[in-house]
C-alpha cells in the first residue's frame, strides 16, 4: 500500500522558483503513475503533471505547463515538481497522488476514486 508525503511549500514571490518533494513508499507497481495536482479555494482540483513509474517519461500540462516539470531520484522513491517562472494564481494546496498509467498524459492527468492514494498537500503562496 502506498504512502505519500509532500514536502517543500512556502511563500514565494512572484517568478521566482520553488520545488516541491514528494516522498514515496510502499510498493509502486510498474503500470502505476505519480501525479501532482493543485486546487486553489474555490476551484476544482486540477491535474497538472505526472511521471511513469516504468519509463521516467513524465508530461505537464494545463496553464502551468511551460513552466513546470516532474522529475524522480533514481531509485524512484522521491518525485519532484520544479515550478519556475512563480506566478499569484499558481497559489493553491499542491498534492501528489498514485493513479493508473494510462491516465499519465501529455493532455491530462486524472484519478480514479478506489485507486488513487493522495498525500495530505503542501500549501505554495506566491505573493509579493
Known amino acids: 500500500q502506498v504512502q505519500l508525503v509532500e514536502s517543500g511549500g512556502g511563500l514565494v514571490l512572484p517568478g521566482e522558483s520553488l520545488r516541491l518533494s514528494c516522498s514515496v513508499s510502499g510498493r509502486i507497481s510498474d503500470y502505476d503513475a505519480i501525479g501532482w495536482f493543485r486546487q486553489a479555494p474555490g476551484k476544482e482540483r486540477e491535474g497538472i503533471a505526472c511521471i511513469e513509474s516504468r519509463t521516467d517519461d513524465a508530461y505537464s500540462v494545463g496553464p502551468a505547463s511551460g513552466r513546470f516539470s516532474v522529475s524522480r531520484d533514481s531509485d524512484k522513491r522521491t518525485v519532484y515538481l520544479q515550478m519556475t517562472k512563480l506566478k499569484p494564481d499558481d497559489t493553491g494546496v499542491y498534492y501528489c497522488?498514485?493513479?493508473?498509467?494510462?491516465?499519465?498524459?501529455?493532455?491530462?492527468?486524472?484519478?480514479?476514486?478506489?485507486?488513487?492514494?493522495w498525500g495530505q498537500g503542501t500549501q505554495v503562496t506566491v505573493s509579493s
Open positions: 497522488a498514485t493513479l493508473p498509467v494510462a491516465l499519465c498524459s501529455p493532455i491530462s492527468v486524472t484519478t480514479v476514486p478506489g485507486f488513487t492514494s
